[in-house]
């Protein structure tokens, strides 16, 4: 049996496009101007997103090329064309959010972007059980970051 070393060097490469989504989005921290929102009780306190968002873009990354390894998928087809749509909405937010102060737009963009989460996971759960498990976590930090940006609106 031979090993495809192609698709075994795809695992890494996968993390870090997706790794880069962050890259992006932190160029934007948080500063002074968050520090001074009214924020819900409930707000994290800001050391835990380095640690949960490089989890999510490994599980995120692993997710793709489980579905990108399989002969009958291609980057064309639709499952990847909502990977890349979620993945361009998670760096902009950041943008949005933290670079502009666009409260209010944050959370319309934070919207689209579970929605294009939610279709991917599906997407990619019909390619791969597996696949579509691991951006499950993922779904639920954007559930969660969508419900605290909502309330950051309300509060300012």
């Known amino acids: 049996m031979a090993i495809d070393t192609k698709k075994i060097a795809g695992l890494p490469v996968w993390i870090i496009v997706c790794s880069l989504a962050g890259v992006f989005g932190a160029q934007f921290e948080p500063g002074m ?10 707000t994290p306190p ?3 997103f380095p640690i949960v968002w490089p989890i999510l873009y ?23 064309k909502w990977f ?5 909405l998670n760096a902009l937010w950041s943008w949005l959010f933290f670079g502009k102060h666009y409260i209010s737009t944050g959370l319309a963009e934070i919207l ?18 597996l696949a579509g498990l691991l951006l499950v976590p993922y779904l639920l930090w954007i559930s969660y970051a969508s419900a605290l940006n909502f309330a950051i609106w309300q509060l300012n």
């Open 58 to 80: 490994v599980m995120m990354g692993t997710s793709a090329w489980l579905v990108w390894r399989k002969d009958s998928v291609s980057l064309l087809d639709y499952e990847f």
């Open 33 to 42: 101007w968050y520090e001074l929102l009214q924020k819900p009780s409930w």
């Open 46 to 48: 800001n050391w835990i």
């Open 112 to 129: 689209l972007l579970w929605v294009a989460i939610a279709f991917t996971l599906l997407l990619f759960w019909r390619k791969s059980q």
């Open 84 to 88: 890349f749509v979620q993945l361009i």
